[in-house]
């Protein structure tokens, strides 16, 4: 086990690298930065010894950085091919640092989880989940195998994952999800929305304004608009049904927020509530 720790108080962004294992990053009312590095096997050992932990001072803040990519086999600006052994050579990086911090992290197999309060997040990661708390503005992942998951988001989010689950929400600005094979569950937006989906269903629980626009080949999709919120739609879907629940739900007086609908699926069902 390797452990170290810093003082910072000031802003800080951490950035962690990790080819294989586990990320936990815990926010805390604290103004100093522990990071722990643990591994079982021999490769592990070496790897955690190579590995560079960091604090940079970048002007008006300092970055913490975590790379035990010691062999930089994945993040030379293209993925290069790997030689794993199971479980033996997987680390687990521990990072306790203060609320709003920005946090990077980039694996090439591995979970990522992020509790606590974080300034904005992104990620990218191979294989893994994503697991993270509260963003307090914009939030970027990029998972190829893995489910999503973020409670909040203060700015915009943005995801694409090839294989793999989304839910988020609420989300204060816009929404941005691409998927290949995986559900996508956006609890609220308050801006735009725009989510494609080759097989999975796709819900926005709630949308209050802005541009809706969602895109599925296989799977139902599901909106709901906020009372007193006008809507234009543009629904089409081609072996399935369409239904509309607004008739009691959305002001068409011309005072409220308008929120423009486009919604296509070739074979699943497509339904407009009231949220």
């Not at 975590?66 to 930089?72: C, E, H, K, L, R």
């Not at 794993?84 to 090439?108: N, Q, Y």
């Not at 009372?227 to 234009?232: I, L």
């Not at 423009?260 to 069902?269: H, I, R, V």
Request: charged share 30%; hydrophobic share 35%.
């Amino acid at each position: 086990m390797r452990t170290e720790t810093f003082s910072t108080p000031r802003p800080l962004a951490v950035r962690v690298k990790l080819p294989r294992g586990d990320v936990q990053v815990e926010t805390a009312d604290v103004e100093e930065t522990t990071v722990s590095l643990t591994g079982s096997s021999e490769r592990a050992r070496q790897q955690i010894e190579q590995a560079l932990v960091r604090l940079d001072d970048r002007g008006d803040r300092d970055e913490l950085v975590v790379d035990a990519d010691t062999d930089d086999f994945s993040f030379g600006g293209r993925i290069r091919l790997s030689i794993s052994f199971g479980d033996k050579d997987a680390i687990r990086i521990r990072v306790v640092c203060p609320h709003g911090v920005d946090l990077s992290v980039e694996t090439g197999s591995a979970d990522t989880r992020a509790t606590g309060r974080f300034g904005s997040v992104t990620t990218k990661t191979g294989s893994g989940d994503v697991s993270v708390d509260e963003v307090e503005h914009d939030a970027e992942v990029k998972v190829a195998s893995g489910d999503v998951r973020i409670d909040r988001v203060g700015g915009s989010l943005k995801v694409q994952t090839a294989a793999g689950d989304v839910a988020a929400g609420p989300v204060a600005g816009r929404a941005q999800v691409k998927t290949a094979a995986g559900d996508v569950n956006l609890k609220e937006v308050a801006s735009d929305v725009a989510v494609t989906s080759a097989s999975g269903d796709v819900v926005v629980g709630a949308v209050t304004q802005g541009t809706v626009e969602l895109k599925s080949v296989s799977g139902d999709l599901v909106v709901g608009i906020r009372r007193g919120s006008r809507v234009w739609m543009d629904v089409k879907t081609v072996t399935g049904d369409a239904r509309s629940e607004l008739d009691a739900g959305v002001d068409d007086d011309g005072e409220g927020p308008l929120v423009e609908l486009k919604a296509t699926a070739m074979s699943g069902d497509i339904r407009i509530v009231r949220a």
